[in-house]
C-alpha cells in the first residue's frame, strides 16, 4: 500500500483533488481536519483537555465547542494555536496510523493522508511520499472569499499562519501546480500515479 501525504494552503483545491483520487483511482481518503473534529466532540480526551485550557467560555449553548469562537482566539494568538495544536494533533496522528493498519489489512492500494500540517506533524514519518498543493496566494484569497465568503483580512489571517510556500517546496516529494484548469491538474495526477 502506498501512503501520501497531501497538504498545501487554505483554500489551495485539496478537496477537489482528494475526490478525483478516490474517484478515479479508488483511493482511500483519511482527511486529518475530520479525524480530529472527531475526536473533539464532547465526552472526548481532547475536548476534555481543550476545555481546561481554554475554559468554558469556548463552548456553544450545547456544551460542544464553538469552532468559531476557538478559531477567533487560535489565529490571531500563536501561543494558543500551539496549546490547541499540542492537544489535538498527537491524538489524530495516533487516529491516523490506526487507520492506516486497518487499510493495510484490507489490502488497498492507495491511502491518502491530508492534511494543511503535515509537515509540522512530521507526517513524513508515516507517508512514503509528500505531496504538495501550489495555488498562488492571490488565487487561494480569490477561492476562499468567494466560495467560503470569507472577507479578505480572515483570509489574510489564515494565509499569514500558514508555512510559506518554501517550506512546503523543501519538505515534499512532489508538487501539484492547481492554478489553472482542473482538467490541467488532473493530467498532472495522472502522472503521478503512473510515475508510483
Known amino acids: 500500500m502506498k ?40 465526552g472526548t480526551e481532547c475536548f476534555d483537555a481543550i476545555v481546561e485550557y481554554f475554559g468554558m467560555d469556548i463552548l456553544d449553548e450545547k456544551g460542544e465547542l ?14 494558543k494555536l500551539t496549546a490547541l495544536n499540542e492537544i489535538v494533533h498527537p491524538a489524530v496522528k ?15 492500494n492507495l491511502f491518502i493522508v491530508e492534511s494543511a500540517l503535515l509537515i509540522e506533524d512530521h507526517y513524513d514519518e508515516i507517508c512514503d511520499e509528500l505531496w504538495y498543493v501550489h495555488v498562488s496566494a492571490e488565487n487561494r484569497k480569490k477561492r476562499l472569499i468567494y466560495a ?32 489553472n484548469t482542473f482538467g490541467e491538474t488532473e493530467m498532472q495526477l495522472d502522472r503521478i500515479i503512473a510515475d508510483l
Request: glycine share 8%; net charge positive; charged share 35%.
Open 3 to 42: 501512503i501520501i501525504g497531501i497538504t498545501g494552503g487554505v483554500g489551495a483545491g485539496k478537496t477537489q483533488i482528494l475526490e478525483y483520487l478516490n474517484n478515479r483511482y479508488g483511493a482511500t481518503i483519511c482527511q486529518a481536519d475530520k479525524v480530529g473534529k472527531k475526536l473533539q466532540k464532547k
Open 94 to 108: 495516533e487516529e491516523i496510523r490506526k487507520k492506516i493498519a486497518m487499510e493495510e489489512r484490507r489490502n488497498t
Open 148 to 179: 467560503r465568503g470569507y472577507d479578505s483580512k480572515k483570509v489574510d489571517d489564515i494565509i499569514a499562519a500558514q508555512l510559506p510556500k518554501d517550506m512546503f517546496m523543501k519538505h515534499c516529494d512532489r508538487v501539484i501546480d492547481n492554478n
Open 66 to 79: 464553538d469552532r468559531e469562537k476557538l478559531a477567533g482566539i487560535v489565529f490571531t494568538d500563536n501561543a
